[in-house]
């Protein structure tokens, strides 16, 4: 059953919906990510100044370079980590799109689900981003082991598969 859904999903990938939908989710993340990027660079470099003296070292003036530069791996690393959460909770929004497309073609003997409110779905997106976020938090001790890579995609899989069923759930059952 699994493989079988998993197939259709992936065959209705070329859906004008689908990619709207994933392209709007990518789209905004990197922008977010981005914006995070440019204000914690601005930030570092705003808070450091050009040149500092210490005693019996002299000045010094390359702290801030450093700092500046260290705050955008520092980033980058955590972009890493973010990206999956903050992109589900972009397509999360978008849900109803996705939702419409999957039960037009595979679910059609239903009757059309009733549209969520886009206060209701960023309510919703946002919760399951604080759920995801406070996860990997937990898990991060895990995350220094060999089972890194298994304990992240299956933790963030579990989450993202029972908050989009969760999702669903509400938008055909109230």
Do not use: K
Not at 158 to 170: D, N, P, S
């Amino acid at each position: 059953m699994i493989p079988a859904s998993f197939l259709a999903a992936l065959g209705q990938l070329g859906d004008p919906r689908f990619r709207w939908v994933l392209i709007q989710g990518v789209g905004l993340t990197l922008l977010l990510l981005f914006g995070a990027y440019f204000v914690v660079f601005q930030g570092v470099r705003w808070l450091m100044p050009d040149c500092f003296g210490l005693p019996w070292v002299g000045e010094v003036c390359f702290v801030e370079a450093l700092l500046s530069w260290g705050s955008v791996v520092l980033m980058l690393i955590l972009s890493v980590f973010l990206m999956v959460p903050v992109a589900s909770a972009f397509t999360g929004i978008f849900l109803d799109d996705v939702a419409d497309a999957v039960e037009e073609r595979h679910y059609s003997h239903l009757p059309p689900a009733p549209h969520i409110a886009l206060s209701d779905n960023l309510r919703e997106s946002l919760s399951f981003l604080g759920v995801i976020v406070l996860a990997n938090i937990a898990a991060l001790v895990l995350y220094f082991t060999p089972l890194a890579p298994f304990v992240f995609y299956g933790l963030n899989g579990f989450l993202l598969g029972r908050e989009y069923f969760r999702m669903i759930a509400v938008r055909r059952l109230g």
